[in-house]
């Protein structure tokens, strides 16, 4: 069955129950937790809240951010929420509610639509996110946006707190989540059509089909006091310059710290370092602090936290070198991903 | 020039500076009045305070919600701004902060994203909205979406308020701002490439082109009392019909008392008032509320409020009637905008 057979109602209606609610809602049904004003309405009404609010949005078209012949529905639900997700753990954040648009072709599946949600719906659970609705249209090409609202930390003042790009102070040691170059990796894998299921094959597709956000590891290093982050969503290269630019100052990576997991140095053997540095859409952490600060996230994430450098006075030149043990400069450009340019 | 020429981060250095903030930031720059964070980082950061959160969508996808051949890319920004903030006003809500989405095939030219960033920032100025950033992707289709949040009004007691769609009772009346079927007249007289320049044409495709979301009326609605309302953007008929279901109870019309406009009537003549009932994009308000709440709206509105209509017990037939003067029925269909359906 197709889009066009049952038209925007009736897909609304099975897009509903997928998330447990009636649709259209009945006078008697109550709002979910935290809502006042449920689905099915003009817009989404919280309760009252005393907070300060972060918001944040993200697209993802097909063919252009993935190959719909070559990943799940359901990973792509899951994504489009998770990545959004992992913008609001860059803060520091806590996400709360999502707003989902759907463009949609009239011949797309109802089925492959109930997919898309069933992943948005298993990422939204997973990080206590409700799914407020949000807009269908039609489209000739298919593509997912979620809106995503959620609330900074607040010191013990009240005052709100948050991680940004332009904290960075030279004497800062500069760590990252996890380990780099994952997802790059199991997109190249995902491109060349790599037929082979060993652990690490299927390890490093996973990690580029199910991104997921550190959104504890950004609340523990808001709390401790980190004041400079972002999430590697572009490749670190490219992410660092930012941070160098936004706080004037200059970043430098030993190459030899970078972590990279056991399966992408299996497979991609010597490429490995470089999926690392500049691979995109890993969505770890960055974080810039006081080395006593980043240690104190450390012993709290749940996560690796791994210090890759340090932040330095910039004077002209590079933002951002990465260096190998003896101190040499590895070139490896700053290009990240610009999806309107050509490479 | 083209979007290509420039990339993703370009196009975003000269959107920024059409709403007069640099990007980059330097980190001297200062947030615009209410954020603690402002664009460019992962996220938006609001200052914290004490409301209940309104949160909507919507999407303008071209060759399907408008023709860009027949209008500027200035009103296609003011209208994917006004439509959203259309759906805060109809909760009776004041708006806030707007992320923006710009799907974009890479040969868009670059005035024309600058033409809908003039529009949109002209949107904003009205409504007191900041627009905070947002996506820019590539897309072989244009689209622009707006995610829009803002506040409830609260009662004296602190509680949150706002007009939903299951709050009619019987015994109430219904009411709608200003005049309706201008909008789908005006898009009548693009599709038909009607080149006369008359005032009456002037006006409805401007009121096509650059709906005036009813913010004011919204916001004495929910402080007079009124719990139930939404805006007309699917057409009279259909939009009354949500309520009608949504409450249980159905909707009497009395078809001389809806308010068509002179220029409707003179450009379409007997066809004002199908037009009137049917047409989507009004982005009036409708408020079912008792009598003497309504009155006090009336009195304090800016835009004129007309009842229309009483809320009766529904026990079988359709939700909505619409009566002439002898009380007798006028057909005209449920159907409003269904995208993906076939007329």
Redesign the interface.
């Given at each position: 069955m197709r889009?066009?057979d049952i038209?925007?109602?009736g897909?609304i209606e099975l897009l509903s129950k997928e998330l447990g609610i009636p649709y259209?809602?009945?006078?008697d049904a109550l709002p979910r937790p935290g809502l006042?004003?449920d689905m099915?309405?003009?817009?989404?009404?919280?309760?009252?809240?005393?907070?300060?609010?972060?918001?944040?949005?993200?697209?993802m078209?097909a063919?252009?951010?993935f190959l719909p012949e070559r990943v799940s529905w359901r990973d792509i639900g899951w994504k489009a929420l998770a990545v959004n997700v992992?913008?609001?753990a860059?803060?520091g954040?806590e996400p709360s509610?999502a707003?989902v648009?759907l463009?949609?072709p009239?011949e797309f599946l109802i089925d492959d639509a109930i997919a898309i949600y069933t992943g948005l719906q298993e990422a939204a659970m997973k990080h206590a996110v409700v799914i407020?609705g949000?807009?269908i249209?039609?489209?000739?090409?298919f593509?997912v946006?979620v809106?995503l609202?959620?609330t900074?930390d607040?010191s013990e003042l009240?005052?709100?707190r948050?991680m940004?790009?332009?904290a960075a102070r030279p004497g800062d040691v500069v760590a990252v989540t996890g380990s780099l170059g994952d997802s790059a990796g199991g997109l190249q894998l995902l491109i060349e059509g790599q037929s082979s299921n060993s652990d690490a094959v299927r390890y490093l597709r996973l990690r580029h089909q199910r991104p997921e956000p550190r959104v504890q590891t950004g609340r523990v290093a808001v709390k401790a006091g980190v004041r400079c982050g972002?999430?590697v969503s572009d490749g670190l290269a490219q992410d660092l310059a930012?941070i160098a630019?936004?706080?004037?100052v200059a970043i430098r990576v030993d190459a030899a710290r970078v972590p990279v997991s056991d399966a992408l140095r299996e497979v991609f053997s010597a490429r490995a370092l470089g999926l690392a540095l500049t691979g995109g859409e890993d969505y770890e952490l960055v974080l810039v602090a006081p080395a006593a600060v980043i240690e104190s996230v450390r012993q709290r994430s749940d996560v690796a936290v791994t210090e890759i450098g340090e932040v330095l006075p910039y004077h002209e030149g590079p933002r951002v070198a990465v260096v190998d043990e003896a101190g040499r400069d590895i070139p490896f450009g700053e290009a990240g991903w610009?999806?309107?340019?050509?490479r």
């Open positions: 889009v066009a038209g925007e109602f897909l259209p809602p009945s006078p006042l004003v099915g309405d003009d817009a989404l009404v919280t309760g009252r809240h005393d907070a300060a609010t972060i918001l944040t949005t993200d697209t078209v063919g252009v951010h992992s913008d609001i860059a803060m954040g509610i707003l648009t463009s949609l009239p407020g949000g807009d249209v039609r489209s000739p090409v593509s946006t809106a609202s959620g900074a607040l009240g005052q709100p948050a940004t790009r332009h972002m999430d930012h630019r936004a706080s004037d610009d999806h309107f340019q050509k």
